[in-house]
């Protein structure tokens, strides 16, 4: 008897922006595996059953998803945000390739969710109205090197970037490497947003021109919009800018 | 007195996507401007108003319902998708740059929705577990040369690409062109997703390799995912393969 192995997306935070599908596909589940905070946001009822399991752990997380809905458990595995967007889907595809056969015969579905990008932009205007790119800044699983390269493909190219995982207590250096990579391929006065916990109580956002831009603004639960060269500020009496990029663009 | 005007994302078109924050500010409006398809999918209630036009007035649409908005209504504008992407929160921003002082006092907010590329990544696996950018291929309001400078620069630097707007009647020609573009610099055996009505009663999704993709193979309403060199298929007996992008990579 086969299981299933649901991948869901909580989105940011608030419970507002968890979509009816992510709350049927709970309701139908046995087991939730997820990093702590992620599986500490659900209502479970009795006999529902957390596997709640470290940061970092997410192969292994996968592993142990995957084996118990081999064994016919109706399984999900919770992300924030989006679950296909830096977060668990890939990690779960993976440890099906590398997997027995028969994980392959897993009923496998993916449920999105409001992704942290989207949710920053909509706290702010709408940074992400032209083309734009999402990029995650943690060197773990690839070299800073392809990172770098990145970056300035996307800043000469006219992305707007969307910065995933930019600090951590092990990597506390790197944002600051890219703002200094991106200063010497943007104009200073390039809107940069920082998008803390959006839609949750203690929310942040803070706007600053890319030539003030310090990795002192952000921590873990911070997503990063860096505006293109296009990327505007509309000033409003008494209340926060408006930061915008607009849907038209000439000649780079 | 001054009104509010809301800028809604309603998903891709399954109720189930729809988040309690976008029904809550449905709830709360009077009148509802958007495209006429999208303001179909409401269930207004005696009273509230529909004001639907056509798909590309979107300035006009913008200014009308922050003309009325500066008269006290309480305006909703309602996008497909998620309204900050490639949708009509960019378009009200620019009309209220360029608009009356009075706009930028208008009680202005924008609710995010699971944009095309996320729901369609979700029904085939993990494509956007990587780093990844989302291209319009409109060249309505920018250069296609610029449009072919992202292709390429994407392509390139190894990220994933999501196509919104690949082709309509009045730009056949575009989306084969950028398959030829990417045939030049990515291998042939890339996957490519082609997402048609994600999460509705006539999704289609179809995976083929960069070397059979064909334009015939898309509409307006179809998401295009377009692999990086590192994106694979996992086959599995009596079902879809799976299209999943690792969360390593390489140098590339």
């Not at 006999?47 to 118990?68: F, K, P, W, Y």
């Not at 409001?114 to 702010?124: P, S």
Request: hydrophobic residues 45%; proline residues 6%; charged residues 20%.
């Amino acid at each position: 008897m086969r299981g299933s192995l649901t991948v869901i997306g909580l989105g940011p935070g608030n419970a507002h922006q968890v979509t009816p599908e992510a709350l049927s596909a709970i309701e139908a589940g046995e087991d939730f595996f997820g990093y702590g905070p992620y599986v500490d946001r659900l209502n479970l009822r009795d006999g529902q059953r957390r596997q709640a399991s470290d940061n970092r752990e997410e192969i292994s997380r996968a592993q142990a998803a995957l084996m118990l809905a081999a064994k016919g458990g109706k399984v999900c595995v919770v992300s924030g945000g989006d679950s296909g967007v830096f977060a668990m889907a890939a990690a779960v595809c993976e440890a099906i390739e590398a997997g027995p056969a028969e994980w392959r015969e897993i009923e496998f579905a993916v449920v999105p969710g409001i992704t942290a990008m989207l949710a920053v932009a909509a706290r702010v205007g709408a940074p992400l109205g032209h083309d734009f790119c999402a990029i995650s800044l943690s060197d773990n699983l690839k070299p800073w090197e392809l990172i770098e390269k990145r970056l300035i493909a996307a800043a000469e190219a006219g992305f707007v970037m969307a910065f995933y995982n930019p600090v951590s207590k092990a990597r506390p250096h790197q944002l600051s490497r890219a703002f200094d990579v991106l200063r010497a391929h943007l104009p200073g006065s390039v809107p940069v947003v920082f998008g803390r916990a959006a839609g949750r109580p203690d929310e942040r956002m803070r706007i600053v021109p890319l030539s003030e831009a310090h990795s002192d603004m952000a921590d873990m639960a911070t997503c990063i919009i860096v505006g293109s060269i296009e990327t505007r500020l509309i000033e409003r009496p008494g209340k926060a800018p408006l930061v915008y990029s607009p849907r038209s663009a000439g000649k780079i």
